[in-house]
T-cell receptor, first 111, second 115 residues
Framework: KQEVTQIPAALSVPEGENLVLNCSFTDSAIYNLQWFRQDPGKGLTSLLLIQSSQREQTSGRLNASLDKSSGRSTLYIAASQPGDSATYLC??????????FGTGTQLKVEL | ETGVTQSPTHLIKTRGQQVTLRCSSQSGHNTVSWYQQALGQGPQFIFQ???????GRGNFPPRFSGLQFPNYSSELNVNALELDDSALYLCASSLDQDRTKNIQYFGAGTRLSVL
């Protein structure tokens, strides 16, 4: 059974700081990995999708890496802003075409 | 905005009742997935529908059932509600069931409270 873990569970940083969110998964037989953003009480917004054959993806200030063999992914956020405050979820696509999510990292960027 | 709409946004039910949640997929998407997200947890996969047929199911009891209609909109039905069913229910649509693409677009969710 696939299990996805995210560390840390919560993070508070001052504005402008670069930060790294971590995600690990137990079964390396995945098709892809996605990072999502979730604002309080809202749905999910897809940030980045990395196919299993890729090592990283970039979108603006976000960079996600994938090391499938070790079961790890990181989301790097450069020059953080208060608007980045949200919960960040990683999810892997495995058998059955379903997403298995981690429990998320709650990020707060303070002025 | 993802183009995926869910209704209602909030719902309060009592234990033992039945509930129907609705989802309208993004235009052109023929695959819809439902997820349950308890407070402080990540979403858990309930089931997926592809062209009106169930196409995968998570670890949820049979009292969780679904439908997908010819226009690819979808319903999630939950019978005999239990207190633990209180959660945010998320619907996600995707262009097809190709898991290598599998960009799922999520709605804002329905917040269900069972008293």
């Amino acid at each position: 059974k696939q299990e996805v873990t995210q560390i840390p569970a919560a993070l508070s940083v001052p504005e402008g700081e670069n930060l790294v969110l971590n995600c690990s998964f137990t079964d390396s037989a995945i098709y892809n990995l996605q990072w999502f953003r979730q604002d309080p009480g809202k749905g999910l917004t897809s940030l980045l999708l990395i196919q299993s054959s890729q090592r990283e993806q970039t979108s603006g200030r976000l960079n996600a890496s994938l090391d499938k063999s070790s079961g790890r992914s990181t989301l790097y956020i450069a020059a953080s802003q208060p608007g980045d405050s949200a919960t960040y979820l990683c999810a892997v696509t495995g058998g059955g075409n379903k997403l298995t999510f981690g429990t998320g990292t709650q990020l707060k960027v303070e002025l | 905005e993802t183009g995926v709409t869910q209704s209602p946004t909030h719902l309060i039910k009592t234990r033992g009742q039945q509930v129907t949640l609705r989802c309208s997929s993004q235009s052109g998407h023929n695959t819809v997935s439902w997820y349950q997200q308890a407070l402080g947890q990540g979403p858990q996969f309930i089931f997926q529908y592809y062209r009106e047929e169930e196409n995968g199911r998570g670890n949820f009891p049979p009292r969780f059932s679904g439908l997908q209609f010819p226009n690819y909109s979808s319903e999630l039905n939950v019978n005999a509600l239990e207190l633990d069913d209180s959660a945010l229910y998320l619907c996600a649509s995707s262009l097809d069931q190709d898991r290598t693409k599998n960009i799922q677009y999520f709605g804002a969710g329905t917040r269900l409270s069972v008293l």
